[in-house]
Antibody
Framework: QVRLQESGPGRVQPSDTLSLTCTVS????????WNWIRQPPGKGLEWIGS???????KYNPSLNSRVTISLDMSTNQVSLKLASVTAGDTAVYYC???????????????WGQGTLVTASS | EIVLTQSPATLSLSPGERATLSCRAS??????LAWYQQKPGQAPRLLIY???HRAAGVPDRFSGSGSGTDFTLTISSLEPEDFAVYYC?????FGQGTKVEVK
């Protein structure tokens, strides 16, 4: 079955770059679109961005200048980099799959369990 | 950019009761909306996509409807495991969530 597993440092220094990896099993990342979503403690969900198998990346305009999402097809992994982090970037970070995109519309059908990243010195 | 507003923020009901959750969009768009359920310490779980299609394994007590700017998630008869937070989503926007709690 499809499984997504996030990994990376649980703590990042303010002004540093947050780097996370999502390891996908059960399906090739060559198909589908892969997304990052975050959730600050006790708050709602925020879409960070997505990348398709073709490498086409889209980002939340509020984070656009700081975010990079990429694919590594050799390891079936999706990565997230968020530059210049502040305390406001403290959140649980999820990777999620979009099975298909129809006329620009999509939903997230498989999620990782999430990883908490705290931006603090 | 679309804004999704969910109401109420909290819904206090008893097991067996019917739950009606609302998601209102800031402007009209194609009728494509998804709903997710999230329990404490867990990732969100897809319940409904394309406004009214249940995801695999979702019980038929969950149903979605709506069009234009107004969408609804209905749980016909609450089971103990249904008490959770529910989010609506369209493209890169999420609603702020509705918590369904035990009365």
């Amino acid at each position: 079955q499809v499984r997504l597993q996030e990994s990376g440092p649980g703590r990042v220094q303010p002004s540093d770059t947050l780097s996370l990896t999502c390891t996908v099993s059960g399906v090739s990342i060559v198909a589908h679109s892969w997304n990052w979503i975050r959730q600050p403690p006790g708050k709602g969900l925020e879409w960070i961005g997505s990348i398709s198998y073709s490498g086409d990346a889209k980002y939340n305009p509020s984070l656009n200048s700081r975010v990079t999402i990429s694919l590594d097809m050799s390891t079936n992994q999706v990565s997230l980099k968020l530059a210049s982090v502040t305390a406001g970037d403290t959140a649980v970070y999820y990777c999620a799959r979009v099975p298909s995109i129809t006329w620009g519309e999509f939903h997230f059908d498989h999620w990782g369990q999430g990883t908490l990243v705290t931006a603090s010195s | 950019e679309i804004v999704l507003t969910q109401s109420p923020a909290t819904l206090s009901l008893s097991p067996g009761e019917r739950a009606t959750l609302s998601c209102r969009a800031s402007h009209i768009f194609s009728s494509y909306l998804a709903w997710y359920q999230q329990k404490p310490g867990q990732a969100p779980r897809l319940l409904i996509y394309d406004t009214s299609h249940r995801a695999a394994g979702v019980p038929d007590r969950f149903s979605g409807s709506g069009s234009g700017t107004d969408f609804t998630l209905t749980i016909s008869s609450l089971e103990p495991e249904d008490f959770a937070v529910y989010y609506c989503q369209r493209r890169g926007a999420f609603g702020q969530g509705t918590k369904v709690e035990v009365k």
